[in-house]
């Protein structure tokens, strides 16, 4: 005897109709009936869906209710997955006869125009993509990447339309390197207290860039900004002193640091290579890590490392005793000592002969000002908030998430990172 594969419940589908109509019910509609297609393994779950007698069916083109003009073929709407089963909606859209818009496919409720995922579906997966890849999330639920693609940017479409921008005093202007396009992306984060989140995403880092920003920020909401930290990259200073120019502009500690990394990093390789061209071993080969970590976070093995190199004059050690030197000058808590002391460590550095701290020194001195401006503001700012956003972006953008596009990789920063409101559901799936 064979195995039937398609069992009828329209009879025993009382239970599941009742829950469905708890949990998800679309004025209009009613659920009708059920069917268990498949064999063991592949079991998948149709669900009828029909329009209740005598309602009208709502225009796509001006969302009026409109009388029925005729019927297309049923379509299936994948909902949310029963018991590791896939569940779908089976329904035939009805064409209407709009006075204003002529013949038109009605919307329903429960999918947006052309999508086969329902809406309560891709809310599903977006949250799910949350807190893993998405091929993690397309694996785990039997979909595709493109459907977790989908309904990830639906949430974030949703989100961005939804959000408030109202009350924002701080802003965070930051560059991220996109090493899968060989490009930067422009972020812009708030960050004020108990409110730190990503608002902003611009390919490249030019004026243009920025400037794009302002215009869909708005002057009002400009004009009311207190803070803005950024980093010393010349096309955002030009920006935020023609944009916004009443804020107080800080350069923070989080990108200066950074600089100093580059320059640490640059004087060690060009010494290594001098090294091996004078044919001696380069100490500093596998080095590079002792030098750009704080000293608390080494382990003890790096430790010993680092002693070793200390041990010997090498201009990257006196690049790095720079470095640590300048972490006093956080500590001041007035900005006109501060001043005094940035002065002399910048006269130290350009009496050092090497060139690529020179450079960090000359910037930091041509930008005095608003380094400084860090002391007036730090008791305001939510300090670090650059520095760990920064870091989630790099996270996210590296995790294999298959980004080959710009719009794939915006999209999982304002998934990540957005902090985006979602609708209120009658019911969480997860
Ligand atoms: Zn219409």
Redesign the pocket.
Known sequence: MEAPTTVNLERAGVLLKTILNRIQKYPGFSYAAFRLLGDAGQLRLEIDVEPRKGSCGR??????P?SGYDRLKARRFEFVPLWGMPVYFVYGMRR?N?P??GI?VEIVPWADGKNHLTKAYAWFLAVWAKRMSWSDVAAAFQTTWENVFRSVEMAVEWGRRHRSLDDIESLGIDELYWSRKNQYLTLVYQIDEGNRRLLWIGKKRKVRTLMRFFRWFGPQRSQALHFICSDMWKPYLRVIAKKAGQAIHVLDRFHIASHLSKAIDEVRAKEAKDLLARGRQPLLKRTRWLLLKRPENLTPNQEIGLAELLRHNLRAVRAYLLKEDLQSFWDYRSPFWAGAFLDRWCTRVMRSRLEPMKKVARMLRAHRPLILNWFRARRQLSIGAVEGLNGKARVITKRAYGFRTYRAAEIALYHGLGRLPEPSFTHRFC
């Not at 225009?59 to 009026?64: E, L, T, V, W």
């Open positions: 225009c796509s083109g001006c969302g009026r409109r209407l709009c204003l818009c038109r």
